[in-house]
Each structure stands twice: as structure tokens, then as C-alpha cells.
């Protein structure tokens, strides 16, 4: 990739690959910026069929979300925990809904 590419990487997103006590990412800048488009990417695309299946479904937020989220972890995917996990809330940020709460990668369970 260009180093004069404009994409500016969030840090809710740099911090996946920053190990605690270190500064520096553990993987190069073109590795990151790839993960990054990826998962914005798929954000953005599961926002439409996020608002239909909540509507087709009468599923609440949080059951679409956790949905996803399951779809994401899924063997097929090509996303880690992680990576599953800052799609959904920034999937949930793209649609104005309420972020779920994660614990070590996945959703709580409801209460």
C-alpha cells in the first residue's frame, strides 16, 4: 500500500494490535490499514441487512447485534474475536443503536 494513502486508522482500532505495555503495533502499518478496511467494510454492509432483519424479525437491537456477531465467529470468517467485535460496535455506531457490552471477546449473556 501507498504511504501517501489519506485512510486515517482509529485508535479503537490500532489498540487490537498495540500488546499491552507497548506502544507500537505488533503488525506492520499496510497489514493494519488491510484489517481495517476490511472490517469497516463489513460494517458498513451489515448496516442495511442489520435494519431489515431487525425489522423482517421484530428482533430487538441487541438480538441483531449479537447475530452478527455470531456470524462474524463463525469457522467461515475471516475475522478474529477481536476484529468480530469492533465490527459490531462499530456496526452499532454506523446505525445510531445502543453498543453492546463485550467481555473477553464476546457478548454477555442477556440478563
Known sequence: MSVDNQI????????????????RPNATHDVVLARYEQCEDMSCMLAEQAQALSI???????EVLERC???LLADTSDFT???????????????????????????????
Not at 8 to 23: A, K, L
Not at 97 to 110: H, I, S, T, Y
Open 56 to 62: 423482517r424479525e421484530n428482533l430487538t437491537e441487541r
Open 81 to 111: 474475536a477481536k476484529e468480530s467485535v469492533w465490527v459490531v460496535l462499530r456496526l452499532a455506531e454506523l446505525l445510531g443503536w445502543v453498543a453492546p457490552a463485550f467481555e473477553d471477546g464476546a457478548l454477555p449473556a442477556k440478563q
Open 69 to 71: 456477531h455470531q456470524g
Open 8 to 23: 486515517e486508522i482509529p485508535q479503537s482500532f490500532m489498540r487490537m494490535y498495540v500488546n499491552p505495555g507497548s506502544s
